[in-house]
């Protein structure tokens, strides 16, 4: 589903001379699989999850979503990629908070140019799911973090993208609402048949992977 081989990653303008966020990272994530990689900040999470998403490309090194290249990709057909096979969930959310829950959740299939009423049942099931079915009118300013969340993964869902990536999506909640917006992303991913990698500094929510890998100073154990 999603492999990194030899991929490293330097800002800057050229290589040696700039910060290298990744250094040689090589792992899979097979499908189905749902993965955590733990590190502290400044450790090359975020770094990782963009080259994952097709956000940027590496300076070495091969990133494959699917089985296929993403350097072989213009940016046009890379962002395709992204709307149509990936879910992205972020720290803040990013929804618009004057917009009802339900237009949050549906923004995804309206920018890929649907109609509202053939998306209208999927966006009150995936609501349903994380029990704010009551909540799709109210605007999403209305709602506490935690349930801000549960509309954003609502949204990474609704088109059925293969792979979800989240750059932790419970770094911005108290650990009560950690663990319930985490758990309920590992059920929908599950129930949805997608695939998961995860990224997050917290040793304890990694541990509700299948799998958890480390990464420290740009270097991924995936022992
Ligand atoms: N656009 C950028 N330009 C220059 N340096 C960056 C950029 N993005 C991240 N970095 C640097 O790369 C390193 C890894 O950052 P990041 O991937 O955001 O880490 P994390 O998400 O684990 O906190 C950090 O030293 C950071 O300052
Ligand atoms: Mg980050």
Redesign the pocket.
């Known amino acids: 589903m999603l492999a990194f081989s030899h991929v490293s990653k330097t ?2 303008e050229t290589v040696g001379a700039g ?1 290298t ?1 990744l250094h040689d990272v090589s792992f899979q994530v097979p499908s189905g699989r749902r993965v955590a990689i733990v ?10 999850l963009h080259l994952a998403a097709g956000i940027d490309l590496p300076t070495r090194g091969k990133v494959e979503v699917l089985g296929k290249d993403l350097s072989s990709f213009s940016d046009r057909d890379r962002t395709l990629l992204r709307r149509n096979e990936i879910g992205l969930v972020f720290q803040f959310f990013h929804l618009l908070p004057h917009l009802p829950v339900r237009e949050n959740v549906a923004l995804p299939a309206l920018v890929a140019g649907g109609k509202p009423r053939d998306f209208e049942p999927r966006v009150l099931e995936l609501l349903d799911r994380v029990s704010l079915a009551d909540r799709a009118g109210d605007p999403v300013s209305n709602l506490s973090g935690g349930e801000m969340q549960r509309v954003a993964i609502c949204r990474a869902l609704l088109r059925r993208p293969r792979l979800i990536l989240a750059d932790e999506p419970t770094g911005n909640l108290d650990d009560e609402n950690s663990w319930l917006v985490l758990e309920l992303m590992l059920e929908l991913v599950t129930r949805e048949k997608a695939t998961l990698l995860y ?1 997050t500094h917290s040793r304890e929510l990694a541990g509700l992977a299948d799998e958890t890998w480390r990464i420290h100073s ?1 270097v991924l154990d995936a022992a």
């Open positions: 800002y800057g910060l966020a590190g502290r900040s400044g450790s090359g999470k975020s770094t990782l990224v740009g």
